[in-house]
């Protein structure tokens, strides 16, 4: 993400000739000359900018899991990061002169328009604070003046009503400045009555709305997108109940359409279905963890098991020193420079791999778009499914560009519908793969590589009704049966070769379903081998 923060930020600056803006040394200066006199418009050139940087922000929930207010914690480092980040003092002025950015009536690229009922208020009080002082100083000093008691009460009292206006602004940004969002927050639930404090959770959110409004001011100023990725870890330790008002609260924060929030939910899914199922949260969603979180997650990532290479490269890094790492810093160079030398194929550069990759997205798409594909009648009617297609496609594709040596790759067209199949099909699909794998390990005729998925759906199909008791709220997620027959037997016959090819890159499955079936299956083939006499030709599937 670093990397495409700093590409993006040289595109810009190449299309636009602006520099991008830091609240830092003279920066600051100028970021409060803004908050005090000017009004933020959101303009089109504004909307057309590309650059961007990203806030990066860990909550582990394992820091908060002894408390009552998980979710509080959340909130609360949320606040307490985005301050960090920023700093104390432009935060303080935003909540007692700061507006709220606003777009531009039509075609109008001016970033900043002058705050003129600001101004008047402030020349206002200056004048009259001149009058009283004059007034003020004339009494005390003039002879023959200087004796009339009243003239100095007037010019000490206009002197005080107008300076203390100034006064109250400086003390606001004071206390604003001393006491943090996260300690407002912190305040509010330490109350012994704070479950029942009316407007309590309304409050938190005006303290999330100001955030917001800050960072869409901040954009302006620094003439680059922000948005502020936060990664929630160790959720799966805590009790069910916090771990549904974690959930809840992220939530809360998304529901905005124009929230510059991205969650990361770092989580086994087998451990949190069961602490949501636990809880009073999934009512009306027939008590089913898996529907909710797919209502909640927007771009599903399951990591699929370690490869050879992977696990060479971690038990390498595991090994290696610095001083090794440095060696092998210089050894790389040189092995590449002495390649070079001896006339090798040149690696791809990432910006040639790119473009590859942009082409396959591409394509992808347009068989989405195309009405005569027959993917196009398999495609959900949720938008949220939709969302979740669309964002996995491209992961899908450069996953498999990024395995592009292997032999057989398959089309950006079987990809999309292999992402298709995933999404609407998360039970039966785990089922098939689950039954290949076992297949697979066992040795299988040497044409098995060729057989379509579907065959071996329908051969073990009778073994997953049987198992439909356990496995009844996977089963739900999936989409008409019927549908998937016509999928896998006749419009995308995936053979069991370019299955296990697309297994490796699958991100959008949740893969903690086909474990589960696996150790149903072997659960079932012991009791079948406890009821039968004992004999060699039994054999479990791994």
Known sequence: MREEMAQREEAELHRSHLKPRSP?????????WYLAFYKPIITESHLRRKNIEFIFIRFSAWQYAGCDKLWAGLVTTLCDSIRHHFGALPLSVYHVMGTRPRF?????????????????????????LGVGLSILLVALLMPGIKDHHALKVVGSAITSLSGSSLVLGALSVLKNLLVSEKQKIERLTNSRKFASQLGFMDKVRSEVEVLVDFLSFMEIFERRRLRVVLEITSLDICYPEKVAGVLNAMNTLLSNANTPFIFILAVD?????????????MKGLADNGYLYLNRTVTLPFSIPEMGSRSRLRCLEAAIQTREDLMYRIITSNVERRRAKCQGAPAVPSRREVDAEAVRCIHEAFR??????DPLTRYLPTNGTHVRRIVNTIPITLRLLLHRAGTPGTPSPRAAAAWVVLADQWPCRLSWALQCLEDAWQSQPAPDFGSRSLWSIFQENVGELSALRQSLHN???????????????????????????????VTVNLDH???????????????????????SRSVQCPH
Not at 24 to 32: E, M, R, S, T, Y
């Open 24 to 32: 830092k040394g003279w920066g600051l200066l100028l970021a409060l």
């Open 104 to 128: 531009a009536s039509g075609f109008s690229q001016k970033e900043w328009v002058l705050k003129k009922d600001a101004c008047l208020k402030l020349w206002g009080m200056l004048f009259v």
């Open 269 to 281: 899914p087998s451990i949190i279905i069961p602490c949501l199922e636990q809880t009073g949260c």
């Open 367 to 372: 068989c989405l778009h195309d009405g005569a």
């Open 474 to 504: 996977v089963l739900s997620l999936d989409g008409d049966p019927e549908l998937f027959q016509t999928f896998l037997a006749r419009d995308f016959p995936f053979t069991a070769r370019e299955a296990h090819a697309f297994l490796g």
């Open 512 to 534: 903690s379903i086909r474990h589960k079936m696996g150790l149903l299956r072997s659960l079932d083939c012991l009791q079948k081998a406890a009821a039968t006499p004992v």
